[in-house]
């Protein structure tokens, strides 16, 4: 069945730091690849998405490429901020599965000053 | 636009107890998803509602179940309460409808369930 694997966290960097949390799923087809982002005591927050191979997402600094060869989804940002520490979710989804996202399990970010 | 609202956001109950959550969506939007979050499992799918049916479960017992109301308002409901139970359970909302392929789901804050 579909599933997708995170890198393992905790990642710990420093403010203005490169950001790479790697993301690979296992899916036949082309499902829909989303980033969520879950900030302490909240709901989760999308963050972007692609929806075909080659296709990149991107929101407030963050990017990620739908690499069908690769089945991978890998979210980056060239400068980490303070306001970034969270927990980042990967995320698969198929219009043939409805209403139901498969999640990686979570990479935690913290940012120091 | 008002975004998804879950009620109570935390609640607290004793083994052998039912609860029931309640999730309101995003305006427009018609299909509501639930999920449980627990440190050890992750994110795993509950099941999801459009226009009022079951159109999607995930894998488990019946003793969670759910259901939505006409105004696309949906309810969860866990019976027999076990600590295992303990979580947060997040609603979302979509627009999702047939043909429409993989729709935005759109989270609420969760509402943390506590078994005692």
């Known amino acids: 069945g579909d599933s997708v694997t995170q890198m393992e966290g905790p990642v710990t960097l420093s403010e203005e730091a490169f950001l790479t949390i790697n993301c690979t799923y296992t899916a036949t087809g082309y499902p829909s690849l989303f980033w969520y982002v879950q900030y302490p005591g909240e709901g989760l927050q999308l963050l972007l998405k692609a929806t075909k191979a080659d296709d990149k997402g991107s929101n407030k600094g963050f990017e990620a490429t739908y690499r069908k060869e690769t089945t991978s989804f890998h979210l980056e940002k060239g400068s980490v901020q303070v306001s970034d520490s969270a927990v980042y979710f990967c995320a698969l989804g198929r219009s043939s599965n409805t209403g139901k996202l498969i999640f990686g399990q979570g990479t935690t970010l913290q940012v120091k000053p | 636009k008002a975004g998804v609202t879950q009620t109570p956001r935390y609640l607290i109950k004793t083994r052998g107890q039912q609860v029931t959550l309640s999730c309101s969506p995003i305006?427009?939007?018609?299909?509501v998803s639930w999920y449980q979050q627990t440190p050890g499992q992750g994110l795993q799918f509950l099941f999801e509602y459009f226009s009022e049916t079951q159109r999607n479960k995930g894998n488990f017992p019946g003793r969670f179940s759910g259901r939505q109301f006409s105004n696309s308002r949906s309810e969860m409901n866990v019976s027999t309460l076990e600590l295992g139970d303990s979580a947060l359970y997040l609603c979302?909302?979509?627009?999702?409808?047939?043909?429409?392929?993989?729709?935005?789901?759109?989270f609420g804050p969760g509402t943390r369930l506590t078994v005692l």
């Open positions: 979302a909302s979509s627009l999702a409808s047939v043909g429409r392929g993989t729709d935005t789901q759109y």
């Open positions: 305006s427009g939007h018609r299909s």
